[in-house]
Structure formats: C-alpha cells, structure tokens
C-alpha cells in the first residue's frame, strides 16, 4: 500500500515552534513542509546553504530578505529559488503558512532545528 501524504492539514499551533518535516530524501534530494505561525528568522542568523533550495507558498503568505536581491513576498503558490550560498532570512509569515522546500544537492543532513 502506498503512503498517501496530505500536505495542507495544520498540523501545529502557534504556540509551537516552527515545524519542519521530512517528505521525502534521496541522495542530494530533499523534499521537506514547513510550517510557520508568524515565524521570522533572527537577523543575526541567516540561513547559508551549501546547496540551491527551491520554495512554494502552499498557503499563506511569506516575506525572504535575500542578500544581494533584498526582500522578496510570496503569497500562495508563488515559488523562489535560493541559490547556494546566498544569505537568506525570513522576515515575515503569516499564521499559518505551509511551505513545500525542496533542497538540491544537499550532500549531509541538515542540523537539528
């Protein structure tokens, strides 16, 4: 029997931290949801990447900052590409946004977050 995964469903609350699950992963894949009630990232902690990230608004509505480019606004079913090593932050998500983030190239698992 086939998985079937079911992306849009609220899955925690506001009250909680950001949530980041894993879809799928293969080598130098990564297909990961999100899910942001108001989250930002600090400014003193952007995201730096060794490998290309692609992003899509599900629902809800998001606001990048990326070096080199400046702030970028996503609304729902608006997708970006970050590239690799391109400083990035979060400075804006509206509660609830669900993201679908798919990291190319990605040769070691990410930090615990």
């Known amino acids: ?6 992306l849009l469903p609220i899955l925690s609350g506001a009250d909680e ?7 799928l ?3 130098g894949v990564r297909i990961e949801r999100i899910e942001s009630h108001g989250h930002i990232t600090p400014a003193d902690q952007p995201y730096v990447q060794d490998w290309d990230e692609w992003v ?5 509505a998001a606001e990048l900052d990326l070096d080199g480019t400046g702030p970028c606004r996503l609304g729902m079913g608006e ?16 509660d609830p946004t669900i993201w679908l983030a798919i990291h190319l190239g990605e040769t070691e698992p990410p930090a615990a977050g």
Not at 56 to 60: A, K, N
Request: charged share 25%.
């Open 79 to 94: 997708a970006l590409l970050i590239p690799a090593g391109t400083a990035h932050r979060v400075t804006y998500t509206a």
């Open 17 to 23: 931290g950001e949530r980041f699950d894993d879809l």
């Open 56 to 60: 899509l608004i599900l629902s809800g």
């Open 1 to 6: 029997m086939t998985d079937v995964l079911k």
């Open 25 to 27: 992963r293969r080598p």
